[in-house]
C-alpha cells in the first residue's frame, strides 16, 4: 500500500516519519518527499511518503496534487492520502464532546469551515450558492481502523484559513459543526486534490492548543508532534490491514 501523507510544516512531516531509521529523501516538483518504507521482512507493507507542502489549503492542495500527479505519471499511484499535523481542539461542553491538548482526532468528516459567503442572515457555504462542495467524508471503515490503532477520537476536521481566536468564533463553529472536534488550516486542501485523482482521504490531528482566545503561548506543539509520531508508528499495521481487507472484496 502506498500512502502520501501532508504536513504543512517540516516538523509535523518528521514526525509523521520518525523511527530508527532515517527517511529516504527524493523529490517531485517544487517539493521534497520523504519516504518510510516497510522496516524489513514480516513488517507491513507500507509505504509512507511525506510531504511538507506548506500552511494553509492552497498550499496543501499544490502539494498533494503535486505528488498525485508525479506517482500516477510514473505508474505507481497512492491508495490513500493522509492530511496530518497539529491541530486546534474545539473544548467542548458537558454534553458535547471536545478534544484535549495531547489528545488525537481522525477525521470523519473533512469540511470547509469558511468558503462562502457572509450575508445580513448570516454565513452562508458555498453549496448554498449552487458550487462546488465543502466537505469530504473518509471511508468508515478506515476512519475505525485508525481510531482503533492510535486511540484518535473520530470527528469532524475543520479547515479554517484564519485560526479562530475568540470565544465567540469558537462558539459560533461549534453551533454550525456540532459533530466537531479539531479545526486545522490544510485538510479540505488535502482532500479537494486526492478526491480529483479519485483516492481515498483521511485527516489525522494531533490537538496543540484548545480553539479559542488567541493565547500562542499556551501552544503545546512539543506534546503534540510527540502524540502525532506515536500514531504514526501504530498506524502502518492497521493501514495494511485495511486494504488487505479491501482487496478481499475488490478483486
Ligand atoms: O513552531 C513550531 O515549532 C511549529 C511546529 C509545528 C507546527 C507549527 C505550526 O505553527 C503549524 C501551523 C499549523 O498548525 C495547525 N494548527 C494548529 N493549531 C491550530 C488552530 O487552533 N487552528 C487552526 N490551525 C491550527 C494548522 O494546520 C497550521 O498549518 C509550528
Redesign the pocket.
Known sequence: MRVLVV??????RD?VTSGPAAPLETAVPGFALHRRAPAGPGAPPVVLDALAAG??PAAAAAGTATALTAAALSGSPYDLVVSA?????LTGSPTVPGAPVGSLVVSDAIVAADLGAETPEGFLPVTDLGFGTVEHRPPAALVAAVAGATGARPGTVLT?S???GSAARAAELAARHPGAL??????FGVAEAAAAHGVPVLEL?A?????GPRDRAA?R??E??GALAAAFRQLSPALAAYSAERSEVTP
Not at 499535523?85 to 481542539?89: A, F, L, Q, T
Not at 479539531?182 to 485538510?187: K, V
Open positions: 504536513t504543512a510544516v517540516a516538523a509535523e514526525a500552511v494553509g499535523g497539529i491541530g486546534g481542539g479554517v484564519t485560526v479562530t479539531a479545526e486545522a488550516m490544510e485538510g490531528r490537538v496543540s492548543n484548545p480553539v501552544w506543539i512539543g503534540a508532534l
